[in-house]
């Protein structure tokens, strides 16, 4: 504060005015902004629910399908961003033939939808699809942060249909001390909440994620774009990235219900007291290889909350890896393309 | 037939999300700009340059606490630290809104909401007001081998920073999560009890 001067601090401001001034023309004038890069093909669909299958990128691509599965919560094209940018391009060039569920935005008409219907229904057709389409009775499986819990329910009860699990990002034991999402809902009358609005609207998530770093997430972000504005690449990168944070489709209630009471709530996962539908989850029954993906410096999922893993499910061949970043970046970081792709790839290719 | 990528335009951007910060950093700025004249004029007058900064930020102190006792004062400076409590009432005018005629009971429930706004509110502000002192504590600490700002942008950064610190710090206590579970139990409860979903 002593080193510059208030006339110091009026050119700062004035240069940052023009700055906005022009940048704001070029927001306008940025064009389409573009998510989702690799080629994919339609080859299930059922309610809302769309089956992809990523163009393989090899003439030969490994014979075991693998299925993605990703939250239900923001939207999957984060795994392939852009081109340089794209998890599952990496994945791609390794010579897996990828696969991947896109819940689609859940409406009204999802509002009764439970985790059975997501956990026996829709992941558990889609594992059908695949086994039948490429003629294998088993097929790898990833699932992704709240997608790799539904990818470990469906594993725990049907493991004869899945050869390989990964798990990134994933939580497992939600009540370590240090997960702030547990400490958020722990107060929250979630019966009240989905019977007063059904499905819970995502802008009421998206408020319980910004709310963890708001003076970054939503003041100092926006002061930052300034200084790019006049760069279409990198302008064209923030915007793309906007539109993922704020592309939060609505949680089917009874979904929403089960999940954020048994899950965050009461921690049933670890204690083997998850029912879905009329099925008790026993991690332990887990038994194929599992390879545990997760980030060092998450602060939706701490390592802590996905480690557990390690002690509650039945695989004798385990394995974790320990991703030096966050939550995002394991996703779209420099880092993540060079490390986490081939890791999977050659933990699969092994097995 | 393969499938269009996921597109949108520019428009798609909430660009208003942009200006409103750009607006409130300006104010910041300008705060910034008024506290140095002030801040040069007391070190002409003060040799003690610790005395000095402490005068500064008291005075940095009361224009954040008159933002809190009434935003309409500076509502740009209030916006500084107000941030999270305007993610949430974006994100409740998303929402059906709350019946208009309200029944008593409905009329107590929707006071019972005002004050955990409030409470929620009080929280914010204490977060805020702590970050100052951490912020002062850090230029102390930078007078002697670590840089202090250089620029209206550092110093921003820096309160950037202690905010975070502190909110973070408020975040994980265990009476943020009861105000703001409460938050959310109040709105709800403002709804009929049948709900609102078809």
Not at chain 1, 120 to 126: E, F, K, L, Q, T
């Amino acid at each position: 504060m002593i080193q510059f001067s208030p006339e110091q601090i009026t050119e700062e401001l004035q240069e940052f005015a023009a700055r906005l001034a022009q940048g704001a023309k070029m927001l306008g004038e940025v064009g389409e902004i573009e998510a989702g890069v690799s080629p994919r093909d339609p080859v299930y669909q059922e309610d809302k629910l769309t089956l992809y299958r990523y163009r393989p990128r090899v003439a030969q691509p490994h014979p075991v399908p693998l299925l993605i599965v990703y939250a239900l919560v923001n939207r999957p094209y984060m795994m392939d961003l852009q081109e340089d940018r794209s998890l599952i391009r990496g994945l791609l060039d390794a010579g897996l033939d990828v696969y991947l569920i896109d819940w689609g935005y859940a409406d009204a008409e999802d509002r009764w939808l439970t985790l059975g219907d997501y956990v026996h229904r829709y992941i558990g057709h889609c594992v059908d699809v695949l086994r039948e389409r490429c003629a294998q009775d088993t097929i790898n499986l990833l699932g992704v942060c709240q997608g790799g819990a539904l990818s470990l329910c469906f594993a725990a009860l049907y493991p004869a249909k899945i050869r390989n699990l990964i798990t990134m990002v994933t939580p497992v034991d939600f009540h370590t001390p240090d997960n702030l999402l547990t400490h958020l809902i722990r107060h929250v009358e979630v019966d009240a909440l989905v019977d007063t609005f059904g499905n819970l609207p995502g802008q009421m998530l998206n408020f319980t994620f910004l709310s963890l770093s708001p003076f970054r997430l939503t003041g100092q972000k926006y002061v930052d774009v300034v200084d790019i504005l006049d760069d279409v690449q990198a302008l064209k990168n923030f915007l793309r990235m906007e539109k993922w944070i704020f592309d939060s489709p609505d949680q089917a209630g009874e979904a929403f219900r089960q999940f954020a009471k048994e899950f965050f709530q009461q921690n049933k996962l670890v204690r083997g007291e998850v029912m879905i539908g009329e099925q008790r989850v026993e991690l332990r029954n887990i038994t194929m290889p599992v390879l545990n993906v997760y980030a060092t410096q998450d602060h939706l999922v701490p390592p802590a909350a996905s480690k557990a893993l390690a002690e509650h499910c039945g695989s004798r061949d385990y394995s974790e890896f320990s991703f030096k970043g966050g939550h995002i970046g394991i996703y779209v970081s420099s880092r993540a393309q060079r490390e986490v792709p081939p890791t999977i790839a050659s933990w699969l290719l092994e097995r | 037939m393969a499938d269009q990528t996921i597109k949108s335009d520019a428009g798609m951007f909430d660009v208003e999300l942009l200006l409103k910060q750009a607006r409130t950093y300006l104010a910041f700025g300008e705060q910034t700009r008024q506290f140095a004249e002030r801040f040069q004029e007391s070190l002409r007058n003060e040799a003690d340059w610790v005395k000095a900064l402490r005068q500064h930020f008291d005075l940095f102190r009361e224009a954040m606490a008159q933002s809190a006792a009434d935003p309409n004062v500076n509502p740009e400076l209030a916006r500084l630290w107000t941030l999270n409590l305007d993610t949430w009432q974006q994100a409740v005018t998303s929402l059906p809104p709350v019946p208009f005629a309200l029944p008593d009971q409905q009329g107590a429930a929707w006071g019972d909401y005002q004050r955990a706004q409030a409470d929620y509110l009080e929280l914010l502000r204490q977060a805020a007001l702590a970050a100052l002192d951490l912020m002062e504590q850090r230029l102390h600490e930078q007078t002697g081998d670590a840089q202090p700002p250089g620029s209206l942008r550092g110093l921003y950064n820096l309160w950037v920073d202690c905010n975070e610190e502190t909110y973070g710090r408020m975040l994980r206590s265990p009476e943020y999560s009861l105000v703001s579970g409460r938050l959310f139990n109040t709105l709800f409860a403002c709804y009929p009890k049948d709900g609102i979903h078809p």
